[in-house]
């Protein structure tokens, strides 16, 4: 079945430097979900990837997909401590139904 | 506007025992799915539900079933609880278009302690 993989499973930064977690399918996707999970809390929906190749920014975030549709990118510049928590990558096969399959996450660790 | 709401938020079973979980998703939101959080494997999907059918299911055994009411709140049942069971279990809402995934909106989730 499909497999959605990140890496780092964890990472320790000092705040203001910069951070990057990448999201690897094995199989080519419709669509990426990006998600951030705070300590104790639910995951938040961050944004939906859909082109090939395209790229989104949300102030210090950017986020790609990749050309061939199976591996994406979230980099965050100048990490601050309001950044911790773990982000989950969220791929959907070309299903048009509600099935994604979440990433093994990636926990930001920012010390001040 | 509420956001979906998720009871009980804690509970505790013994093995053997079965659990029901429910889940009451945005307004106007007809997709409901379920997710199982534990710290080995992340976030594993179980199953979703869209206008009172089951459109999606995971990988899980039979002792976990859902299903969705006519207002689109859902229950899922686990029957013989394992040890194994025990996790934060989560409820996401969306509008579930046909063709198209969208956002998910998640509740706080129920955490499960099977003794």
């Known amino acids: 079945g499909q497999q959605v993989m990140q890496i780092p499973q964890y990472q320790h930064v000092q705040e203001g430097e910069d951070f990057t977690t990448y999201c690897n399918s094995s199989t080519t996707l419709s669509n990426i979900q990006w998600y951030k999970q705070r300590p104790g809390g639910h995951p938040v929906f961050l944004i939906q990837?859909?082109?090939?190749?395209e790229v989104k920014k949300q102030k210090r975030l950017t986020f790609q997909f990749g050309e061939a549709k199976k591996n994406s990118s979230l980099h965050i510049t100048a990490t601050q401590t309001t950044d911790v928590g773990t982000y989950f990558c969220a791929g959907s096969q070309n299903t048009g139904f509600q099935k994604l399959v979440f990433g093994t996450g990636t926990r930001l660790l920012v010390s001040p | 506007k509420a956001g979906v709401t998720q009871t009980p938020r804690y509970l505790i079973k013994t093995r053997g025992q079965q659990v029901t979980l429910s889940c009451s998703p945005i307004?106007?939101?007809?997709?409901v799915s379920w997710y199982q959080q534990t710290p080995g494997q992340g976030l594993q999907f179980l199953f979703e539900?869209?206008?009172?059918?089951?459109?999606n299911k995971g990988n899980f055994p039979g002792r976990f079933s859902g299903r969705q009411f006519s207002n689109s709140r859902s229950e899922m049942n686990v029957s013989t609880l394992e040890l194994g069971d025990s996790a934060l279990y989560l409820c996401?809402?969306?509008?579930?278009?046909?063709?198209?995934?969208?956002?998910?909106?998640f509740g706080e989730g129920s955490r499960l302690t099977v003794l």
């Open positions: 996401a809402s969306s509008f579930g278009t046909s063709g198209t995934t969208g956002e998910l909106f």
């Open positions: 539900y869209f206008s009172e059918t089951q459109r």
């Open positions: 307004s106007g939101h007809r997709s």
């Open positions: 990837l859909v082109k090939s190749g």
